[in-house]
Antibody
Framework: QVQLVQSGAEVKKPGASVKVSCKVSGYTLTELSIHWVRQAPGKGLEWMGGFDPEDDETIYAQKFRGRVTMTEDTSTDTAYMELSSLRSEDTAVYYC????????????WGQGALVTVSS | EIVLTQSPGTLSLSPGERATLSCRASQSVRSSYLAWYQQKPGQAPRLLIY???SRATGIPDRFSGSGSGTDFTLTISRLEPEDFAVYYCQQYDNSPPGFTFGPGTKVDIK
């Protein structure tokens, strides 16, 4: 059984960066493709990006390209999502999610990490 | 990019009633790449249906999915009190690779 445990809530000022972590257990990170999905308050789900095993690279939604970086530390089975140049519209709950290695859906989700951007 | 539209935006029903939720895609979606999720307030989404019609592990059989091409449906045969929530459809596209979610349908108590 896959478990994803995320880091805690963060408060950031506009223009700053935030880095959210996602610790994997039950499997190793190399056996999974981790993706990131965010949800602004009262809004729907928005896919940000994740690992594409077909091309062996991380892919990003066009909206976030140039501002988001997703990395992995296989020694600790932890995935990271860093979002820079934060603005108030980035206030959201950020989830990591996976459905396995070659995934077309998300069977497992982290608990979410609230990022608040406020001056 | 494939855009998903869900209708209705809100569905007001009573426990025991049947719920029919629609998800329409701007282009044809491979059925194996269409999923449905349930989300309750303060919780992460939960996978209900994958491959358009297969129930995820532990999902009661009152939930069923159907459809193909650009039109997909999630049906809840008899609403239980715990089914009042928001439901999202999601598709995966491999050219270029990426995921999109629909805007959601809220099922609330009438």
């Amino acid at each position: 059984q896959v478990q994803l445990v995320q880091s805690g809530a963060e408060v950031k000022k506009p223009g700053a960066s935030v880095k959210v972590s996602c610790k994997v257990s039950g499997y190793t990170l190399t056996e999974l493709s981790i993706h990131w999905v965010r949800q602004a308050p009262g809004k729907g789900l928005e896919w940000m990006g994740g690992f594409d095993p077909e091309d062996d690279e991380t892919i990003y939604a066009q909206k976030f390209r140039g501002r988001v970086t997703m990395t992995e530390d296989t020694s600790t089975d932890t995935a990271y999502m860093e979002l820079s140049s934060l603005r108030s519209e980035d206030t959201a709950v950020y989830y990591c999610a996976t459905g396995g290695y070659y995934t077309t859906r998300f069977d497992y989700w982290g608990q979410g990490a609230l990022v608040t951007v406020s001056s | 990019e494939i855009v998903l539209t869900q209708s209705p935006g809100t569905l007001s029903l009573s426990p025991g009633e049947r719920a029919t939720l629609s998800c329409r895609a701007s282009q044809s979606v491979r059925s194996s790449y269409l999923a449905w999720y349930q989300q309750k307030p303060g919780q992460a989404p939960r996978l209900l249906i994958y491959g358009a019609s297969s129930r995820a592990t532990g999902i009661p059989d009152r939930f069923s999915g159907s459809g193909s091409g650009t039109d997909f449906t999630l049906t809840i045969s008899r609403l239980e009190p715990e089914d009042f929530a928001v439901y999202y459809c999601q598709q995966y596209d491999n050219s270029p690779p990426g995921f999109t979610f629909g805007p959601g349908t809220k099922v609330d108590i009438k």
